[in-house]
């Protein structure tokens, strides 16, 4: 189960796959402690010789829905090959066939050169169902008597990078959670991601600045930070928990990259908008708070990006003017991956 750090039995069968354990949720806002329970990014990988498996899973409506764009969908893929998309039906035990179809229509992996359908990124031979931004249940998995193993580490991207962030970087809004800036990042930077984006709740608290801090399974993390907390902190407050987040990931990660990224472009936008209010002043304040705490730590390895350089066209936004559609992510997903590897040469 990737990215899913608790995995709770429930009351009709099965564990619900969270991605945020309940010591820190129980100390988040109240849209936090709901948006913490999504699969958002989570995946169910394994291997089987089985060319036919059903897998049972049961999902909730999201939280937020209808305020953004939830569709209860998983993607299937087969190592770094999408397969399919499946619609799922909320408040049910969704029994979901999957069919080998590249094997099927004799048109094996085993015709491919090694080194086309085996790269850096994932083997072939992993099987992998991509949640989205809704709870999911995880029943059962059927491969009709055939073995089933989960990957070995060698078949899966060796680092992995953490995403914490607002809804953005939690996956709204494209048309399908793969699609997401987050997932596209990571494909293109061929590392495994993180997804620990809380929808309007990404408010830095103390303990969960802690706990990112103490997890020792990401080789990178990408901070996105500011949006949420636009309306409810001042710029001194908004300085106070971004610095003591950064200063923890520093002293306990001293090697590690730490990215900071400030506001992407909205709707209240200095740039964009025609009036001045309060949300924009501070929108200001906090990117300028992030790129003062650059100047001030002096860190080797903590790097600031312009979130105007990853979201460069505005029209790729939807018409909520805040999140990015299908276009906004991809062209997000690209930026970012292109200055990490930037910054990384």
Known sequence: MHNALELLPTIGGGVHMIRIP???RSTLSPLGRMVAQESAGCEIRFVTQAKSFRVALSVLPS????????????????GA??????QLEAGKINHINITDIIESTHNSFQMLKPEVRDTDYFDHTVWRIMLGRYPTVFHEIDTYGYPIRPPKPEEVPSKKILFYGSSITNGASPT???????????????VDPLNQGLSG??????????????R???????????????????????KKRSRYLIEQLIAKHSE???????IYPNGQSPANALEVCDIQCNQEAFSQV?????????????????GADILTDYTGITTDLIHPGDYGHSEMGMNLAHIINTIRK
Request: proline fraction near 4%.
């Open 216 to 238: 020792e399974d990401w080789d990178e993390i990408c901070l996105e930070l500011g949006v949420n907390v636009r309306l409810d902190y001042s710029p001194e407050e908004f």
């Open 22 to 24: 309940e010591a820190v």
């Open 63 to 78: 939280t937020l829905f209808p305020y953004e764009i939830h569709n209860l969908n998983i993607q299937i893929f087969k």
């Open 256 to 262: 590690k990259p730490v990215y900071l990224i400030t």
């Open 176 to 190: 399908s959670y793969h699609l997401c800036y987050v997932q596209q990042a990571a494909r293109y930077l061929k």
């Open 201 to 214: 709740s990404c408010r830095m608290e103390k303990e969960m600045a802690d706990y990112l801090a103490n």
């Open 81 to 86: 090959f999408f397969h399919s998309t499946v």
């Open 290 to 306: 992030l790129r003062n705490l650059l100047a001030e730590l002096q860190h080797p390895h903590l790097h600031l990006i312009e």
